[in-house]
């Protein structure tokens, strides 16, 4: 069965640089979700779309932005790029909006150096 | 705000015991409730979704019960084996679908 990809799987930035991560939900799924997961932590909820809208937000700092594209693929623009951001970012996505159950990527790890 | 709570923190068992983990959360407005698989850094692997209106759900060796009123759900792994052992998270989701995590169980299952 088909999964959730993300691209690119590793990433080595400097700091103030810019990233660009990609999403490909599953096939007929319209809602993706982005987490970030940092070195022992939990997942953090950023952002989320349906349809090609955003539907909610969480602790996404101002230098990052997302969106989601009429394929339903999702990109998370990350810009000015501290320290602090090195970590697991995860996409995920589900069938039915807020009922079905999400279904996670591999992740990209980002480190910023 | 929705927090998360996960105990224990780690559990290691022999192989072939039954052991349940626990994950308690503060909002009772819960819209469903999930259980995640992580081995160490991978990807998370859904195991349980239980929707509010629902109790239990089962799928293999595993079942998870949720009870809205005391805000905890439990995860049951029967007959555990050394393949079982990773971190596993529950997560509660709102209306909108964003998931809140807990801190995680580390399990670890020798032979």
């Known amino acids: 069965a088909a999964g959730v990809i993300q691209s690119p799987r590793h990433l080595i930035k400097e700091k103030r640089e810019t990233a660009t991560l990609k999403c490909y939900p599953i096939?007929?799924?319209?809602?993706v979700y982005w987490y970030q997961q940092g070195p022992g932590q939990d997942p953090q909820f950023l952002i989320s779309?349906?349809?090609?809208?955003?539907?909610d937000k969480g602790s996404i700092p101002d230098r990052f932005s997302a969106q989601q594209f009429s394929d339903y693929h999702s990109e998370l623009n990350m810009s000015s790029l501290e320290l602090g951001d090195s970590a697991l970012y995860f996409c995920?996505?589900?069938?039915?909006?807020?009922?079905?159950?999400?279904?996670f990527g591999p992740g990209t790890r980002l480190t910023v150096l | 705000k929705q927090e998360v709570t996960q105990i224990p923190a780690a559990l290691s068992v022999p192989e072939g015991e039954n052991l349940v983990l626990n994950c308690s959360f503060t909002?009772?407005?819960?819209?469903?409730l999930q259980w995640f698989r992580q081995d160490p850094g991978k990807g998370l692997t859904s195991l349980l979704l239980?929707?509010?209106?629902?109790r239990e759900q089962t799928s293999g060796r595993l079942n998870a019960s949720l009870d809205k009123s005391s805000g905890r759900s439990t995860l049951y792994i029967a007959a555990s084996q050394p393949g079982d052992s990773a971190t596993y998270l529950c997560?509660?989701?709102?209306?909108?679908?964003?998931?809140?995590f807990g801190q995680g169980t580390i399990l670890t299952v020798h032979p």
């Open positions: 239980i929707q509010s209106s629902q």
């Open positions: 909002d009772s407005a819960i819209y469903n």
């Open positions: 995920a996505s589900s069938f039915v909006h807020s009922t079905d159950t999400q279904y």
């Open positions: 096939p007929r799924h319209d809602t």
């Open positions: 997560a509660g989701g709102t209306s909108y679908g964003k998931l809140t």
């Open positions: 779309f349906y349809e090609k809208m955003q539907s």
